[in-house]
Each structure stands twice: as C-alpha cells, then as structure tokens.
C-alpha cells in the first residue's frame, strides 16, 4: 500500500503531547524561578556589601602623598651620557649574538 503523500496532523494532541506541554511549561517556570532567585540574592548580599565596602573607602583617612624631594629651583635633570648611531644590520646582529650566548 502506497504512503500518503499529505502531512498528517492531529487537531488535539494527545495526553502525550500534553504532557511534553506541561514538561516545557514547567522547566520554563523553574528556569525563572533560578534566575529570580538568584537575582534577589545578588541585590539582598552582593549590594550591601559593596556599599559598605564604598563606605568603608570614603571615610577611611587616605594616605596623604609624599613631597616631592625639593631640588633647587626646579633645574632640569640632565642625564650625560656617550651616544653613537647603530645600523639596523649591526644592531640585528648584536640582538642573535644575545640569543645565542644565552645572556
């Protein structure tokens, strides 16, 4: 006997079908439940203690920062030093010659 070539469909689903229903409702309703929960906990713990902790912060004495060591009206450090100018390829090889020897 040939098979039908239409989609048969049920206009009432069955007790099975019910039951899927009810099982999908219910995992629904339990999933916001969890996350209800969960976002209770956060502002009835989490939230308290962050105020105190920004409480805490602002009324606690701050350490006061150090002078700056007082130098004589403010001249500019001038580090001294002998300078020359390195090419790329005598720098490259100063680079693998520290790879190499391990330093």
């Known amino acids: 006997m040939p098979q039908p070539l239409y989609f048969r469909f049920r ?17 629904l309703i339990a999933l916001a439940l969890i996350i209800g929960l969960i976002a209770v906990g956060i502002l009835l713990f989490v939230m308290p203690v962050l105020a105190l902790t920004a409480l805490a912060y602002y009324l606690l004495p701050k350490r006061r920062p150090r002078p700056a060591p007082s130098s004589p009206a403010q001249q500019p450090v001038i ?12 720098r490259d090889a100063a680079v693998l010659d520290d790879r190499t020897t391990g330093q």
């Not at 039951?19 to 219910?26: F, P």
């Open 11 to 27: 206009s009432r689903p069955g007790l099975t079908g019910w039951a899927r229903i009810l099982i999908v409702l219910g995992s």
């Open 79 to 90: 580090i001294d030093g002998e300078f020359r100018v390195v090419d790329a390829h005598e």
